[in-house]
């Protein structure tokens, strides 16, 4: 499978963004779709996750701002309300598989999108 990501952009801080990850090929039942983000200079970090037993983690630095939305199939989007200057990075979609029948796990990333918030 791939992830294919879109939505980034320039916004001005106050400002709305919505990402939005498809994977295309065969359907795939994700056992967890997930965003993360890598700012320059810093190590990437989890944004926000949901598991198909719908547990949902944000990171304490997005809470009440961002909503992950995710069918578990093949799509997962990111909303991003009251844009901070320091949500600017790289934003990247994940996937994970459980194998069926077989002991591991499949991991897909999307190829990042480009956010930038400006004061």
């Known amino acids: 499978a791939q992830l294919v990501e879109s939505g980034g952009g320039l916004v001005q801080a106050g400002g709305s963004l919505r990402l939005s990850c498809a994977a295309t090929g065969s359907i795939y039942n994700f056992n967890r779709m997930s965003w993360y983000r890598q700012a320059p200079g810093k190590q990437r970090e989890l944004v926000a996750d949901?598991?198909?037993?719908?547990?949902i983690t944000y990171a304490d630095s997005v809470k009440g701002r961002f909503t992950i939305y995710t069918d578990n199939v093949r799509n997962v989007s990111l909303q991003m309300d009251n844009l901070k200057p320091e949500d600017t990075a790289v934003y990247y979609c994940?996937?994970?598989?459980?194998?069926?029948?077989?002991?591991?796990?499949?991991?897909?990333w999307g190829q990042g999108t480009q956010v930038t918030v400006s004061s």
């Open positions: 994940y996937a994970l598989q459980v194998r069926v029948g077989v002991r591991g796990v499949d991991e897909y």
């Open positions: 949901k598991t198909t037993g719908h547990i």
